[in-house]
């Protein structure tokens, strides 16, 4: 015959920290998880905002015409974006600052000029697609399928 233990004796517990550790393992995993999902997922954002910045930025440079600025804002974008896989070619356009009731500075293709009423500004975008492709694959966490970095700078024509 086999003798009754009291429910608190250490045998009696024997398998209950495996069962705790195997819970909480689980709770921390995901949670490790998301925060290096979610970190990449940010530096990629930053660096095509970054890319995007410099591109409108190199289109501040002085060119002798707004198409050559253009072709400045695409290579200095796309350089810039190079280290990072799937990104589209990015996406830049020179356009004429339409003041328009309710809304704030809407683009149309007009003349650019050195007056104000001729303002023009420089709109550089620069797109990665099939984003979760690039992170480590676990069902269940939500993962935008493309990111964007977007810049604007209002330029000064003489």
């Not at 024997?14 to 530096?43: H, K």
């Not at 905002?49 to 591109?55: I, K, L, M, V």
């Not at 002798?64 to 796309?78: C, F, I, P, Q």
Request: with cysteine; aromatic share 8%; net charge positive.
């Amino acid at each position: 015959m086999h003798a009754i233990r009291a429910p608190g004796s250490p045998r009696s517990q024997r398998g209950v920290y495996a069962i705790e550790f195997a819970m909480v393992f689980l709770i921390f995993f995901t949670v490790l998880y998301a925060v290096i999902c979610y970190g990449m997922l940010f530096a990629f954002r930053l660096g095509l905002q970054n890319a995007a910045e410099d591109g409108a930025r190199a289109a501040l440079q002085y060119q002798s015409n707004l198409g050559a600025r253009v072709t400045r804002a695409e290579d200095v974008a796309k350089n810039r974006s190079d280290w990072m896989p799937q990104v589209m070619p990015p996406d830049v356009s020179i356009c004429h600052v339409v003041p328009v009731a309710g809304v704030v500075d809407q683009c149309a293709p007009v003349y650019c000029g050195p007056t104000w009423s001729h303002r023009c500004q420089v709109h550089v975008v620069v797109e990665a697609k099939n984003i979760g492709s690039l992170l480590p694959p676990l069902p269940g966490f939500v993962v935008p399928d493309q990111i964007a970095g977007k810049a604007s700078m209002l330029l000064e024509l003489r």
